[in-house]
């Protein structure tokens, strides 16, 4: 199993950059979705998740859902980087027989669960997690979850049966950086108090700045953990991040970067990294 081989800020920073390359090269969007969960997922690939690069299916593993499928610019990259595969297989994004789809796919080395119709992912998870459960396994389970995703009510049916069944070894991670695909959630549908809806719903909750590595880490570490409950991560985070002119706009949702702003852009990921 892999653990602690990497170092989250390199691995993030060569993440982010290819998330832009993808999205330029390809025409492809969800930019902002995907840099606004990288520094999660670096930090869950370099020292907190147990993989398995030679056995992407080793019983032992931790088992990763990403819910938010249509950013696996991110994911794919982070795959790429931890060396599920060679980084030319993302020549292939969204080419014609590839599975390097525009939204996560199950083929693709290190991917639990095939995603885009959202609000699916954490039922799968509970599933998972409770099987694991049943047989004192020692592997956790994830599932990223995006905001506007909240939105569906199959994800709260989902929670009602984590805290149920007391799944300790599931851990949601909400990538609440505030922006749905129609405009900002606090006005398409409030979810806030979100924290206090959580605990109702009998969750140990957290809220953590989803862009500090080492707040990040020592929160999914499991070092704060106090209950037997399952847990929830409610990261705060900006769509577009480390992108000055991509930050929090809802474009970014959508559009596909020009020759001058991919340049600007890699130049900004640069130079603040």
């Known amino acids: 199993m892999t653990q602690n081989k990497f170092n989250s800020t390199e691995l993030s920073l060569n993440a982010k950059l290819q998330i832009l390359t993808l999205a330029y090269e390809n025409k492809a969007s969800h930019i902002g979705g995907a840099l606004s969960i990288v520094d999660v997922l ?5 020292s907190v998740l147990n993989y398995n690069i030679a056995d992407s299916k080793d019983e032992k593993r931790d088992r990763l859902f990403y819910s938010k499928g249509h950013c696996c610019t991110a ?28 939204h996560v796919n199950s083929k693709v080395p290190g991917i639990e669960l095939s995603t885009g119709s959202l609000g699916h992912a954490l039922s799968v998870a509970c ?31 989902a929670i009602l049966f984590a805290a149920h069944h007391n799944l300790d070894n599931l851990t ?5 950086n505030k922006i749905q695909s129609f405009g900002r959630v606090e006005e398409v549908i409030k979810l806030e108090p979100l924290a206090a809806k959580f605990e109702s719903f009998g969750f140990e909750v957290f809220e953590i ?5 080492s707040e990040i880490f020592e929160t999914l570490s499991g070092k704060k953990y106090t209950t037997q409950k399952p847990k929830v991560i409610i990261a705060n985070t900006v769509k577009g ?22 340049n600007e852009a890699i130049n900004f990921i640069k130079s603040n990294n």
């Open 172 to 176: 949601v991670i909400i990538d609440f």
């Open 127 to 157: 599933g998972v997690a409770i099987a694991g459960k049943r047989k004192n396994a020692d592997w956790k389970t994830y599932c990223i979850l995006s905001d506007g995703e909240l939105n569906e009510g199959s994800n709260w049916e």
């Open 75 to 102: 994911l794919y990259a982070i795959l790429a980087e931890v060396g599920f595969y060679e980084k030319t297989a993302l020549d292939g994004f969204t080419k014609d027989g590839s599975y390097f789809t525009s």
């Open 241 to 262: 991040k480390g992108v000055l002119f991509m930050e929090n706009k809802l474009a970014w949702h959508y559009k596909s970067p020009s020759e001058a702003e991919y």
């Open 209 to 213: 700045d989803g862009h500090n590595h």
């Open 42 to 46: 670096a930090v869950l690939y370099s």
